[in-house]
């Protein structure tokens, strides 16, 4: 009993400092819009993190969904979604006249998917995953799923087009997540899809954005 409820306790700290982590994005980015400090900052420390919860635990990775099994199915499963958004992203940008021809897309493109592979970890891995493992509270998956996504378009907020993007992508991705397991194919899914969003819809260049500071 006593080795659940300390789990159970380093789980809460886990989505604690998830929590906490969503709530500094809301004075680093959009406040003092160090978004490049934040996001440094963030990758840095979570990857700390999960080193060090690694030495400890080898399993733990393959808990968390950075494992190599079913990356092939989880990829296929996004790819219509993918499609599907990206078509109409260029639809959109076309028909309002959006500036493609700006090379900042392409770093952003490259490395926009390890920021995503992080935030679909400190969503997944360590909310829902958490949510489901706790053993003092039982919620059912599809209430996991519809409250990690809607804490994930608070995140976006304060732009309702994001949010509302944010949330329904999270819905797929968290099926995807407890159907197979594996983080890679969302954070590169996640990486692709907002690129083409923030840049053609949104009309914001993540480049600059990185290092303009007010």
Not at 9 to 37: C, P, S
Not at 42 to 63: D, E, G, M, T
Not at 94 to 112: D, G, K, M, R, S
Request: net charge positive.
């Amino acid at each position: 009993m006593g080795s659940s409820i300390e789990t159970d306790k380093q789980r809460w700290l886990e989505i604690a400092a998830v929590v906490a982590t969503g709530l500094l994005k809301h004075v680093f980015m959009d406040w003092l819009n160090l978004r490049a400090f934040y996001i440094g900052v963030a990758c840095i420390f979570w990857s700390v993190y999960i080193y060090k919860r690694y030495r400890k635990n080898r399993q733990i990775l393959q808990q968390w969904g950075f494992r190599k099994n079913h990356f092939n199915r989880s990829f296929l499963f996004l790819t219509p979604f993918g499609l599907l958004m990206s078509a109409a992203i260029v639809w959109y940008g076309f028909t309002h006249n959006a500036v493609f021809l700006n090379w900042h897309i392409i770093p952003v493109f490259i490395f926009y998917p390890v920021w995503g592979l992080i935030q679909q970890f400190l969503m997944l891995s360590l909310i829902a995953g958490n949510l489901v493992s706790i053993s003092t509270i039982k919620p059912s998956k599809t209430q996991i799923i519809l409250l990690t996504s809607a804490l994930f378009a608070l995140v976006h907020y304060p732009s309702l087009p994001l949010m509302v993007f944010a949330f329904l992508m999270e819905l797929v991705f968290a099926f995807a997540f407890f159907k197979w397991r594996n983080l890679w194919a969302l954070g590169l899914y996640h990486g692709w899809v907002a690129s083409l969003l923030l840049f053609f819809v949104l009309g914001r260049d993540l480049w600059n954005e990185l290092w303009t500071v007010l």
